[in-house]
C-alpha cells in the first residue's frame, strides 16, 4: 500500500531564514497532496495543497513542489516568522482507495 | 475555525471505564473520519464514515467502535480503557471521500485514562 516518509522530524531555523520540508510517497497513482500545520493544542490545519497536474504553487510565504517522476513534494517557507512554529504533515491520497496516507510530521522551531 | 465541533474537549476518566466522544461534521460534509494522535507521535487514523455508512477502516482497536447518525454526527466509543488509550481524539469531516476533497479537522477531545 501507500507509504509516506517525511523528514526532517525536527527543523530549526532563523528567523527569517528559509524553511523546507520533504516527503517521498510510494504510489505512483496518487494525485492529491496537502499540507496541514498543527499548532500546540490545536488540529491540524491545511495551509496548501497541490494535484498531479501541477508542478508547484505559491501561497504568500508557503509554496509547495512536485516532481511526479521522483515521488516526492516539498514544503517551502520563506521568511520564516515565530508564528510559523508547529508540526507539519504532509498527506498523499489517490483515487484508488481515497485515503490519505500521513507523513510522521515535522517539529519546526524559528528561533527568534 | 474549522467548522468541525467534538465535545467534550477535555475528559479524564480510569481504566477499564467507557468514553463516548462526539462529532459534528461541517455543514454539508458526508464524510466523517476519526484520528489518534498520541503524545509528540503522528496522526493515526480509526475510521472513516460516509453518510452513515462505514467507508473504511484503519488500526483501530476492537474495543473501540464508531457510528455515523443519520444528521451525519458521529461519535466515537472506547471501551475498557486502557492507560495506553490516553491520547488526543481529532474527529475530521470532508464533502466527499474523494480525492482532492479537503478534510477539516477540529479542535479535538484530549482524553486522560488514570
Known amino acids: 500500500g501507500e507509504n509516506v516518509e517525511q523528514h526532517p522530524s525536527t527543523l530549526s531555523v532563523q528567523e527569517g531564514d528559509s524553511a523546507v520540508i520533504k516527503c517521498t510517497y510510494s504510489?505512483?497513482?496518487?494525485?492529491?497532496f496537502p499540507w496541514y500545520k498543527q499548532e500546540l493544542g490545536k488540529g491540524p490545519q491545511l495551509i496548501i495543497d497541490?494535484?498531479?497536474n501541477v508542478g508547484e504553487k505559491k501561497d504568500q510565504r508557503i509554496a509547495v513542489t512536485l516532481n511526479k517522476t521522483a515521488k516526492h513534494f516539498s514544503l517551502h517557507i520563506t521568511e520564516t516568522q515565530p508564528e510559523d512554529s508547529a508540526v507539519y504533515f504532509c498527506a498523499a491520497r489517490g483515487d484508488s482507495n481515497y485515503q490519505l496516507i500521513w507523513g510522521a510530521g515535522t517539529k519546526l522551531i524559528i528561533k527568534p | 475555525d474549522s467548522g468541525v465541533t467534538q465535545t467534550p474537549k477535555h475528559l479524564i476518566t480510569a481504566t477499564g471505564q467507557r468514553v463516548t466522544l462526539r462529532c459534528s461534521p461541517r455543514s454539508g460534509d458526508l464524510s466523517v473520519y476519526w484520528y489518534q494522535q498520541s503524545l509528540d507521535q503522528g496522526l493515526q487514523f480509526l475510521i472513516q464514515y460516509y453518510n452513515g455508512e462505514e467507508r473504511a477502516k484503519g488500526n483501530i482497536l476492537e474495543r473501540f467502535s464508531a457510528q455515523q447518525f443519520p444528521d451525519l454526527h458521529s461519535e466515537l466509543n472506547l471501551s475498557s480503557l486502557e492507560l495506553g488509550d490516553s491520547a488526543l481524539y481529532f474527529c475530521a469531516s470532508s464533502a466527499s471521500p474523494l480525492s482532492g476533497n479537503t478534510i477539516y479537522f477540529g479542535e479535538g477531545s484530549w482524553l486522560t485514562v488514570v
Open positions: 497541490i494535484r498531479s
Open positions: 504510489d505512483s497513482a496518487s494525485n492529491y
